[in-house]
């Protein structure tokens, strides 16, 4: 048995490179700031993070502890990080 990536692959993977490399530079980050939505956020570390590179953080969990936490962590590191527990259907 032999491990061969499939036809294309590395250029697939040269085009993600390139998209990381472009995502990475501050310019590119500036024409996107404004709201982001963390699905499945629980204690979050995501979110925290979106809010200190200045997003408007709103996150969602079906957990209300682990909202509470989100929420907690990030006004001890001085971010707003909005969150909702919503319990499935």
Same mark, same amino acid.
């Given at each position: 048995m032999? /491990? =061969?990536?499939?036809?294309?692959?590395?250029?697939?993977? =040269?085009?993600? /490179?390139? /998209? *990381?490399?472009f995502v990475r530079n501050d310019s590119f980050l500036? *024409?996107?700031l404004g709201r982001a939505l963390d699905l499945g956020m629980g204690e979050g570390r995501n979110a925290v993070y979106l809010a200190k590179q200045e997003y408007e953080v709103e996150g969602v969990d079906?957990? +209300?502890?682990? !909202?509470?936490?989100? !929420?907690? +962590?990030? &006004?001890? &590191?001085?971010?707003q990080v909005n969150g909702?527990? !919503?319990k499935p259907q």
């Open positions: 032999s /491990l =061969r990536a499939p036809k294309g692959a590395w250029q697939s993977y =040269r085009k993600v /490179l390139r /998209l *990381l490399h500036t *024409l996107f079906i957990s +209300s502890n682990a !909202v509470q936490k989100a !929420v907690s +962590s990030g &006004q001890s &590191q001085g971010v909702i527990a !919503v």
